[in-house]
């Protein structure tokens, strides 16, 4: 039959335009060059490991493998319910909160739409906009902090969703509850609102940017979570989304069916319950997130400088004689993996996860020896 195929078509099936417009996302190196296994701080994972009992769920699971997982995730929406006083049936769940703002993209827009977001955002933002064939319309910063108002300014009748991340990857930066609230307030109500808190387990308790009650109480806002960072559950895939009834019914439209297995459901079960692990994570954080910002201050005079934080990672600019990517060279030889991100328009600076003690005092030691040897 294949004499009846028009000469003219192409010889193999063709990508869309906008998917081969997609730079592909570049996960953080575990490795170096050679291959040798280096401390990874390029990934914002969870120094002190996964909760024990996690642990345990996800042992145990094995017993059960050949059945589906449950494609409700009930048990898991039920304790996310419990735990954070929201309604289980509000819920959307997929293979880590990246699933999520695809579905939140791939419901809300599609060809010829606009979807915001900042310059210096995460990169699956970009990929799960042009996905869907809709147009990234990338907003300025202010100082690498979101800008609302260029946000704002940059709605137009197209716009379908806004992504917000709070806080921000790979700044780190924090948007107050007042500027979300600004932000919610100024856009047309058929926009979407997505704040993503990966990070927002991070935060004290009066950083709160309110933005789980706004989902809760507005149409057209959803919040974004995940088990990846604080929860020490990267390797299982493990997001959810919360917002209206409406908005959640017709994300799960196009849901995986089965998103994430027995054993990710049941660890992040158990996770959720250790308050005490998250506890500990939290102040680690806080303790050695200062640490590390007090020491880079010590070599501002030789360029050096932090954006301000309120992750699990911080966002190091070079501006002096020792260069981003010199720096990155000699930490991944002295055998630590950060971040460096010329691709997202940040050639100047290196995203450094907070990792244990030792590995801070390490990677402080390689800055300072670098900076005395460029100077
Ligand atoms: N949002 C932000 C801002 C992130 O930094 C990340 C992880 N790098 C994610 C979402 C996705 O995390 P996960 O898919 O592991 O839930």
Same mark, same amino acid.
């Given at each position: 039959m294949t004499d009846t195929i028009a000469p003219t078509r192409p010889a193999a099936p063709e990508a869309?335009?906008? =998917?081969? $417009? #997609?730079?592909?996302? !570049?996960?953080? /190196?575990?490795?170096?060059?050679?291959?040798?296994?280096?401390?990874?701080?390029?990934?914002?994972?969870?120094?002190?490991?996964?909760?024990?009992?996690?642990?345990?769920?996800?042992?145990?699971?094995a017993d059960e493998l050949e059945r589906y997982p449950d494609a409700?995730?009930?048990?898991?929406?039920?304790?996310?319910?419990?735990?954070?006083?929201?309604?289980?049936?509000?819920?959307?769940?997929?293979?880590?909160?990246?699933?999520?703002?695809?579905?939140?993209?791939?419901?809300?827009?599609?060809?010829?739409?606009?979807i915001i977001h900042v310059r210096y955002g995460f990169a699956v933002y970009d990929i799960a906009?042009?996905?869907?064939?809709?147009?990234?319309?990338?907003?300025?910063?202010?100082?690498?902090?979101?800008? =609302?108002? $260029? #946000?704002?300014?940059? !709605?137009?009748? /197209?716009?379908?969703?806004?992504?917000?991340a709070n806080p921000n990857n790979p700044t780190g930066t924090y948007t107050s509850r007042t500027e979300i609230a600004r932000l919610h307030a100024g856009l047309p109500r058929d926009v979407l609102l997505v704040v993503d808190q990966a990070y927002?387990?991070?935060?004290?308790?009066?950083?709160?940017?309110?933005?789980l009650e706004l989902a809760r109480t507005q149409p057209n806002v959803l919040v974004t979570r995940t088990f990846s960072k604080i929860f020490g559950l990267a390797a299982e895939r493990v997001g959810w989304g919360y917002g209206a009834?409406?908005?959640?019914?017709?994300?799960?439209?196009?849901?995986?069916?089965?998103?994430?297995?027995i054993g990710a459901q049941r660890a992040a079960i158990a996770a959720l319950a250790d308050t005490a692990f998250v506890r500990r994570s939290f102040e680690h954080n806080l303790v050695w997130r200062d640490w590390f910002v007090g020491e880079i201050a010590q070599l501002g005079n030789a360029g050096l400088r932090t954006v301000p934080s309120k992750a699990n990672f911080v966002l190091v600019l070079f501006e002096g004689a020792?260069?981003?990517?010199?720096?990155?060279?000699?930490?991944?030889?002295?055998?630590?993996?950060?971040?460096?991100?010329?691709?997202?328009?940040?050639?100047?600076?290196?995203?450094?996860?907070?990792?244990?003690?030792?590995?801070?005092?390490?990677?402080?030691?390689?800055?300072?020896?670098?900076?005395?040897?460029?100077?």
């Amino acid at each position: 039959m294949t004499d009846t195929i028009a000469p003219t078509r192409p010889a193999a099936p063709e990508a869309k335009p906008w =998917i081969t $417009a #997609i730079a592909p996302y !570049v996960p953080g /190196r575990a490795t170096a060059d050679n291959g040798r296994p280096v401390v990874k701080l390029s990934s914002n994972e969870n120094p002190l490991g996964t909760p024990q009992g996690a642990r345990t769920a996800f042992r145990d699971a094995a017993d059960e493998l050949e059945r589906y997982p449950d494609a409700s995730a009930a048990a898991l929406r039920d304790a996310l319910a419990a735990h954070y006083g929201i309604e289980a049936e509000r819920i959307i769940y997929g293979t880590g909160s990246d699933e999520v703002l695809h579905l939140a993209a791939g419901t809300f827009a599609g060809v010829g739409d606009e979807i915001i977001h900042v310059r210096y955002g995460f990169a699956v933002y970009d990929i799960a906009t042009r996905r869907v064939g809709a147009v990234p319309v990338v907003v300025q910063d202010d100082d690498y902090a979101t800008d =609302i108002d $260029a #946000i704002l300014a940059a !709605v137009t009748e /197209r716009t379908k969703v806004v992504f917000l991340a709070n806080p921000n990857n790979p700044t780190g930066t924090y948007t107050s509850r007042t500027e979300i609230a600004r932000l919610h307030a100024g856009l047309p109500r058929d926009v979407l609102l997505v704040v993503d808190q990966a990070y927002t387990e991070y935060l004290t308790p009066e950083d709160d940017d309110g933005a789980l009650e706004l989902a809760r109480t507005q149409p057209n806002v959803l919040v974004t979570r995940t088990f990846s960072k604080i929860f020490g559950l990267a390797a299982e895939r493990v997001g959810w989304g919360y917002g209206a009834p409406a908005l959640i019914a017709a994300m799960h439209r196009i849901r995986a069916p089965f998103s994430f297995g027995i054993g990710a459901q049941r660890a992040a079960i158990a996770a959720l319950a250790d308050t005490a692990f998250v506890r500990r994570s939290f102040e680690h954080n806080l303790v050695w997130r200062d640490w590390f910002v007090g020491e880079i201050a010590q070599l501002g005079n030789a360029g050096l400088r932090t954006v301000p934080s309120k992750a699990n990672f911080v966002l190091v600019l070079f501006e002096g004689a020792l260069s981003a990517e010199a720096a990155y060279h000699a930490l991944m030889a002295a055998g630590y993996a950060v971040r460096w991100l010329p691709g997202q328009g940040l050639p100047h600076g290196l995203r450094i996860t907070i990792g244990r003690e030792e590995e801070m005092r390490a990677v402080v030691d390689v800055l300072r020896a670098e900076v005395r040897n460029a100077g």
